[in-house]
Nanobody, 123 residues
Framework: VQLQASGGGLVQAGGSLRLSCAAS????????MGWFRQGPGKEREFVAAISWSGSRTYYANSGKGRFTISRDNAKNTMYLQMNTLKPEDTAVYYC?????????????????WGHGTLVTVSS
């Protein structure tokens, strides 16, 4: 599966953005999907994951209550709605796909990665 993230940009603190991840191929619905991010000078970290059906989701503490992950299997697309953004959310955001049956939270759980999209939150 090939992945392409989009929707990043510059936003003021407290604002919102919705990221999208478009996937190619017919088997998108069979993958667990996840969002990761890498801030300046930081390691890539887990943000959120969603099951193949969308019925299960899991979030890192940093995004709980502010971020919502979702997917539309008919459109081969995953989303990350980010609200109440903070300057510390500034990062390159990556989408990833996993063939595992659980909601992975580590980089090694995901075998497919897209190019990132930059989110910059100004104070």
């Amino acid at each position: 599966v090939q992945l392409q993230a989009s929707g990043g940009g510059l936003v003021q603190a407290g604002g919102s953005l919705r990221l999208s991840c478009a996937a190619s191929g017919r088997t998108f619905s069979s993958y667990v999907m996840g969002w990761f991010r890498q801030g300046p000078g930081k390691e890539r970290e887990f943000v959120a994951a969603i099951s193949w059906s969308g019925s299960r989701t899991y979030y890192a503490n940093s995004g709980k209550g502010r971020f919502t992950i979702s997917r539309d299997n008919a459109k081969n697309t995953m989303y990350l709605q980010m609200n109440t953004l903070k300057p510390e959310d500034t990062a390159v955001y990556y989408c990833a796909a996993s063939s595992k049956t659980f909601l992975g939270v580590t980089l090694n759980d995901y075998g497919y990665w897209g190019h990132g999209t930059l989110v910059t939150v100004s104070s």
